[in-house]
């Protein structure tokens, strides 16, 4: 029996709005994940989502990894 890690509630939501994207190619889906979370998340649920990515990204959207990858760089 393989065991899975639940995810997050954050994890869950960030997997959902992923979906909504899905119609765009890979990397264009993901700055819009990015871009929706930087402009509608709490920091602290930001924080969250990152956490879990650190930890493993069992569940989570490709396109989520990737803009978790796009939120932590500095903006320029």
Do not use: C, K, Q, Y
């Not at 995810?7 to 264009?28: S, W």
């Not at 889906?29 to 998340?41: L, M, S």
């Amino acid at each position: 029996m393989s065991t899975t890690v639940p995810l997050p509630p954050e994890g869950r939501m960030a997997n959902d709005i992923a979906r909504a994207f899905r119609h765009l190619p890979e990397d264009r889906a993901a700055e819009a994940v990015a871009g929706h979370i930087h402009r509608f998340w709490d920091p602290r649920m930001r924080t969250r989502l990152s956490r879990f990515v650190d930890e493993g990204t069992e569940g989570l959207a490709p396109e989520v990894i990737a803009a978790v990858s796009l939120l932590a760089r500095p903006e320029s």
